[in-house]
């Protein structure tokens, strides 16, 4: 019976760490810690336009292609790189019969920021907000549909996309849902502000 409990915990904090549906948030406010310090996994990141890498990289002039007056001249150029965490996720099963149709059932919790509180004091307050009701939302795809569906609107501006991927195999398919957050974010030099515009958009 233990055991039995455990497991049932366990799956509990799995799923609350998943959705980020946690009870322990009163008035779905997360306090003194900001989202992606809370939570461990289930997020995805926005989409950052820059350099892909986690290491600096130094481009350096071939010695074969200059003499030594140019090499002399020549300086190193240094790149910095950030790291990019990952802003999709998805996952292929095989799929067979005569007449294919895959539901595809979403949902996403984000979080805003509380700038200030009833006291105008600037805190690190932090609201849940459910993008769809618990049941989430449905679409459609099927063999010979739509291959992208843009998700969670506002103003014309979708927050993510879903992907589907067809491949014939056998008689049937092998397909690939993927889940990708389509939000960007510039690359800023303040760190404080990348920060706080990735905890905003993931």
């Known amino acids: 019976m233990v055991l ?3 497991r049932q915990q366990f799956v ?3 799923h609350e760490e998943l959705t ?18 809370r939570f461990v996994t289930g997020f995805l990141f926005p989409v950052f336009e820059a350099e892909e890498g986690i ?5 350096e002039l071939d010695d074969t292609s200059v003499n030594e007056d140019e090499q002399a001249q020549a300086t190193t150029v240094t790149k910095r790189k950030r790291y990019i965490p990952p802003s999709s996720a998805g996952f292929s099963f095989f799929i067979s019969g ?3 149709t895959l539901r595809v059932f979403y949902n996403a919790i984000i979080y805003t920021k509380i700038e200030k509180d009833e006291r105008s004091k600037y805190t690190n307050t932090w609201q849940r907000v459910e993008l769809t009701d618990d049941k989430g939302k449905e679409v459609v795809f ?8 843009e998700i969670f609107k506002n103003d014309g501006q ?26 960007q974010i510039q690359d800023v030099d303040d760190p404080k502000r990348f920060v706080a515009d990735q905890n905003k958009k993931a």
């Open 98 to 100: 005569d007449s294919i």
């Open 158 to 183: 979708a927050k993510a996309r879903v992907d589907i991927l067809w491949r014939p195999y056998a008689d049937g398919y092998i397909v690939t849902v993927t889940l990708l957050n389509t939000q």
């Open 142 to 149: 099927t063999p010979t549909g739509q291959k992208q569906y």
């Open 20 to 37: 980020g549906k946690n009870n322990d948030l009163p008035d779905d406010k997360l306090r003194g810690e900001n989202p992606l310090d």
């Open 12 to 14: 509990r904090h799995i």
């Open 4 to 6: 039995v409990d455990k």
């Open 55 to 59: 290491d600096d990289e130094q481009e």
